[in-house]
């Protein structure tokens, strides 16, 4: 078993639509949660991050974390054709570099007009 | 303008040829890691260094090498005993604890 599971999808949806991005984890000593965004043939960019549990807003989109459940979420409103990408979730015992990252596979959106 | 390089964009490699990519950071981060990503499997972890002179492997650093010589340089040798170097590499410097800053990537590809 992965510690981090993702659905590659692709996921496709049309504009406007509210996008629900999802992981589950394993290790539950996971504390720093990250999202990131990455465009075709590009590194990928911070989105959003948290620590511990609970809910973080930026703009159209919101990050959960729920870690009873071992389950963090990415929402994003009002979906552009921009938001097209793959979106990459990332986590972490401990901040900084001196932990490594672990990420998901990576979730394919598309959004068409 | 502050960031990580990586280059070059595109590399191809003959069979038995070791090749190197670069990996160059402004940043003034300790920690730099590098990655590879293949088609539904995610970024995983080849090489990770926290400090100059010092490194570590990761989950897949068979066949790759690096060295640390300047804090600002990490670069990545895939040597011929890398049996399926086709991929796209990213190289990462980390400052604060979510401060993963990517490079644009280099494609390496078999010929």
């Known amino acids: 078993q992965k510690e981090v599971e993702q659905d590659p999808g692709p996921l496709s949806v049309p504009e406007g639509a509210i996008v629900s991005l999802n992981c589950t984890y394993s290790?539950?000593?996971?504390?720093?949660f990250m999202w990131y965004r990455q465009y075709s043939r590009k590194g990928p960019e911070l989105l959003m991050y948290t620590y511990s549990s609970g809910n973080k807003e930026d703009g159209r989109f919101t990050a959960q974390v729920d870690k009873s459940s071992k389950y963090i979420s990415l929402f994003i409103r009002d979906s552009q054709p921009s938001d097209s990408a793959t979106y990459l979730c990332a986590m972490s015992e401990r901040g900084g570099g001196y932990n490594k990252l672990i990420f998901g596979a990576g979730t394919r959106l598309a959004v068409h007009p | 303008d502050g960031g990580i390089t990586q280059s070059p964009k595109y590399l191809f490699r003959k069979e038995g040829q070791n090749v190197t990519l670069s990996c160059e950071q402004n940043l003034n981060h300790d920690a730099m890691y590098w990655y590879r990503q293949d088609p539904g499997q995610g970024l995983r972890l080849i090489y990770y260094s926290q400090i100059v002179n010092d490194f570590q492997k990761g989950d897949i650093a068979e066949g790759y090498s690096v060295s640390r010589e300047k804090k600002e340089s990490f670069p990545l040798t895939v040597t011929s005993a890398q049996k399926n170097p086709t991929a796209f590499y990213l190289c990462a410097s980390v400052g604060g604890p979510y401060g993963y800053t990517f490079g644009s990537g280099t494609r390496l590809t078999v010929v």
């Open positions: 290790n539950s000593a996971f504390q720093y």
